[in-house]
Structure formats: structure tokens, C-alpha cells
């Protein structure tokens, strides 16, 4: 009479297989995980830049007639309102006011974001008539 032998379980080879394949997909879930964080973080900075550089230009819209150092013309550097330091290290922003040649009724505001990298720049501008 011949036995016959069942096998149970798995075997080490089997299980450190099985092991390493497991590993290899939760590096590569990290990778994207970090990969993902990353990019959100610069979305994120740029958009606070974004609402900084709007707020202030929409600020400066309505006293763009109020004095007359903004009679600058676009065609020479640009009058500098104010150069502000914001939260962020390395953050400044500029406020501009200069009116368009042949166009003194009309008022172009620039509100510019820069930090030390110079990926991160955020310009808003528009024109206000009197």
C-alpha cells in the first residue's frame, strides 16, 4: 500500500516571493504618494501668490486717480507703488501704476508675486478708467 502525501501551507520560497512582489508595489504606491504631495504643495503656493497679487491689485484699482505720482507712462519704467515683503521667505510683491501712451484717462495697475525660485511667478494686471 502507498501513502500519499499531501502538501500544506506554503513553501519559504514561495512566501519570499510573494513577500518581495508585495514590497515592490508598496514602493511604488509611496513613490506616487510623494510624487502627488509635491505637486499639491506648489499648486497650493501658487494660488496663495495668485490671491495675494488679485487683492492687492483690486486695493490699488481704486486710488489709482487719487494722487498724481501715478502719472508715470508705460513707456518708462514703471512707477513702484510698493515693494511688500510677504509671509513666505524670499516672497515680494510689486505694485505698479503707469497710464498707456496717448491714453492719460486710463490707468495700467500691475501687481507682481516673485519668490526666490523662479518657477514661482504670479502676475495680475488690469486698466482703470477715471
Do not use: W
Not at 40 to 49: D, F, I, L, N, T
Amino acid at each position: 500500500m502507498r501513502r500519499i502525501q499531501s502538501q500544506s501551507g506554503f513553501s519559504a520560497v514561495e512566501l519570499l516571493i510573494t513577500l518581495f512582489i508585495a514590497f515592490l508595489f508598496i514602493m511604488m504606491g509611496y513613490q506616487l504618494y510623494s510624487v502627488a504631495m509635491q505637486g499639491g504643495g506648489e499648486s497650493r503656493a501658487k494660488a496663495k501668490a495668485s490671491n495675494y497679487a488679485y487683492t492687492y491689485l483690486r486695493a490699488y484699482a481704486g486710488i489709482a486717480f487719487t494722487s498724481t505720482s501715478y502719472n508715470t507712462p508705460c513707456t518708462t519704467p514703471y512707477k513702484m507703488v510698493n515693494n511688500y515683503l510677504l509671509e513666505a521667505p524670499n516672497t515680494i510683491m510689486n505694485v505698479e501704476i503707469c497710464y498707456p501712451v496717448n491714453s492719460p484717462q486710463l490707468r495700467l495697475i500691475t501687481s507682481k508675486v516673485s519668490t526666490g525660485n523662479p518657477s514661482l511667478e504670479v502676475t495680475h494686471a488690469i486698466y482703470v478708467g477715471q
